[in-house]
């Protein structure tokens, strides 16, 4: 689908919703918002090495037919070259990532990597290795997505290992 709003266009190539429907299929979920202090903010910078540029964090909790947490799921939307994405990076129940789903693509697409490249983020945690021409490889042509979408991640595992130290789980 094709959203044009003023002389922006805006591709969105999967809704929050079936984002969420297909990470944690019969599972219900709760949308919660983060609200992270100065010194949360710092602890995820210095931890993720990527910018916080904003004190909340949107997150969904998930949870199976029983009330067990399964997982999360966190919006982070940020500039790609000038114009922003947004990415869904859902998070297993022991935190690692499970899945990154491109929610929303402002740049044109030919900038976007093939949709098998984000299944490289599948099992990483916040670690030296989840880096570009480590644990993940660089995309020619798609280098400051890679960039991005690499400190997305690392953001967002940052941000959940913070909420989890305070208890906000």
Known sequence: MLLVGGTAQSTVLITVEEALEQAFPGSTTDRQTLFLSDE???AVERESGAEVTSALAT??????EKGTVIGWAYLDTHRVRTLPETLMIVLDGDGTVKRVEV???REPLEYM?????YGQYEGQQLDQDLALKRDIRPVTGATLTARATTAAVRR???IHEVASEEGEQ
């Open 40 to 42: 949360q903010r710092e």
């Open 59 to 64: 997150r969904y909790e998930a949870r199976d």
């Open 103 to 105: 929610v929303t693509f």
């Open 113 to 117: 990597p093939r949709e098998g490249w």
């Open 156 to 158: 967002i595992l940052a």
